[in-house]
DNA sequence: CGCTGGCACTCCCAGTCGACGGGTGCCAGG
DNA sequence: CCTGGCACCCGTCGACTGGGAGTGCCAGCG
């Protein structure tokens, strides 16, 4: 599989092509098989980290297999396919039998009596849990990744790169959200006169991001006023975090001669909306289109889904609390608290730079958990790095 | 929101209400029939395009009815309702007599043999070219529109918003591209390290746009000669136009000491850039989730379409086509040379600023179009005044 | 005791049939 | 030129049916 004469071009046109009819992993099966051969002898039970009930190597052979399985061929699967696949040297009764189980536990269910089996979400669960530490993506795959997040003009446009880049590998939505600028450090503050009302108060902080406000100043302002402003402003604020600004410039109206104080405090005015609007403003989405494609929703509910994901706010919340800690997070299904998103997955991860910032990807629950989680791991990766690179 | 009694929320809401059980038809192929039909037996007017036949007045007032009634009803309205809906004088079987008449003239179309009818393109077409001159919005949502729009803090914001209200009032997908940048002065060009190797190129106009650029600096740069490019840069480049930055920069980096030729060298590569990726990043787009919940598309070509959505590039090209004028453009259906917008129309109008963005709603042909109309008629105006406002 | 093949059963799906009804086109008569 | 009447067309809906996939259970085997 990896001897190709051009491989990053390989990659591009096989990603391209087999988005019509979604045959998503190639990962996850040959390495489930092998596995599987693996712990169907040894049978060692498990450090068992949370509360799972054990569960014997041939049921989680089938689990595995009827997980995959379905989410490949999005068909429920029956006892017999499941041999198949999971290449078991038993017949279809037995299985049966385990599958009776196994639906019992919780892990699958049938969508109708008399039809094959489907995973459940604690199903998925199970499988996730169960899958090997660190999946890595296969080489070619990182390499489209490296090409396509290697080189940047600037973190919006990194960023927004990102998002791209991972909804198009993933077939999935992607959603990328800025690091948080409150702990970031200034490197300009400066006030621009657009007109003899109104001005631009502009600050960058040392990871590139540049924030604006429009500020409406006292009629009476003088261009000579301004200028005082923007030198106290420059020399003050500079070097401090931006979570502070809005405080340090409060003070210095207080102190200020009188003729500055108004606007002073118009600056101070325009830095208070700064944190709220924040991080709205900077969630990427991306791969909408995936969704429409996707039978896991139905017209109305794809409606309320699209919506949410012009919600902003909301999305950011959502993200910045599903990856408090570092490793990759995945919610599924039902363990997701937003009442739309029930039927979806979120598979997300951070990335440090000042502050953390996260990505993920979000789609229907019936998703190759292997491959993605590879792939959000690898983009998170490569987008600190290149992050790194650029505030070198 | 806007009152319930408000006819016009009225039908936007019943509009958007009854999606779900909607008739999908094909527009496209009984009307090509139709109109081939016609020419082989007219074949008079076959040079004309533009040019529009005659209509008496009751055909034109059966016509409108087909359409309004089509376009809130959603299901393919017959003789009957029209008599009814219209207050005809006449019987249902004139009223057909009328309706076959219109047929074969292409203005509307039976989804199967012996349905009711629904207008063709070339229907909507006539229906909107004889709409009263402009629809007025009423006041309720006029006044929604100031408030959505009268506040902003700054330029992108607003835009942000408009494209916000404009699909919350259209429950459309809306469309807003920024005004070029080209023509604008600049108020600030301003150069800022961030790291030893980098540093943000700051360019603001006097609309308050924000434009920045990171800059690879070359590795024996030093402070000083950051200071002195800073200085040059600062003298001259404020008051040029956006669009001749480049060749500034380009040709102070000829005329400089060698020690800060390559600096301005690396300055002026940045800004090459600047007008390529310009409108790009200004494309608001919203309401995406309206289109899920329409019937005229099917989820391939649903899918489709989102997807076009997300290239802000062939947008901002698409809007600024069809705003050529300063009238509002309506393009219906097959109007649309873009392959995939065959089913959706477009409204679209300029607004002017130092020059001219535009704005527009994208939906199904099936579309309100005098509500519309007079919507986006009236965000245009409202956006371009709050516009002036922050530039007064 | 676990595994197996066999078997009856359940239920979805796709296709067929027929009644129904809305809408049409045409025609003969006012 | 308009009208009521009438035959006809065709899509929709419900009922019915056969086929098929998959299950659960059971009795028998190693």
Known sequence: M???????ARTAARVAADGADAVHLEVAVPADAARAAVEAVAEADDGAPSEEEPLDARKRTILRAIVSEYVSRGEPVGSKRVVEVARLEVSAATVRNEMSALESLGYIAQPHTSAGRVPTDKGY???????SADPALDGARRELVQELLGTASDVEDLLARTSSALSQLTRLVSLVIAPAVDAARLKLCELVGLSPGSALLLLVADTGRVEKRSVELPAETTEHDLDRVRIVLSEQVRGRRLGDVHATISRLAEDAPSELREVLRAVADATARELADDTVHHVFVGGQASLAGDEAFEREHLSRVLQLLEERATL?????????????????GEENEVEDLRAASLVAQRYQLVTAGSLGVLGPTRMDYATVLATVRAVADQLQETLLDLSR
Chains 1, 2 share one sequence.
């Open 2 to 8: 990896a001897s190709p004469s051009d491989p990053a």
């Open 125 to 131: 669960r199970r499988f996730v849990d169960d899958l």
């Open 316 to 332: 950011a919340r959502l993200l910045a609390e599903a990856t408090a800690d570092d490793r990759p997070t995945v919610r599924i």
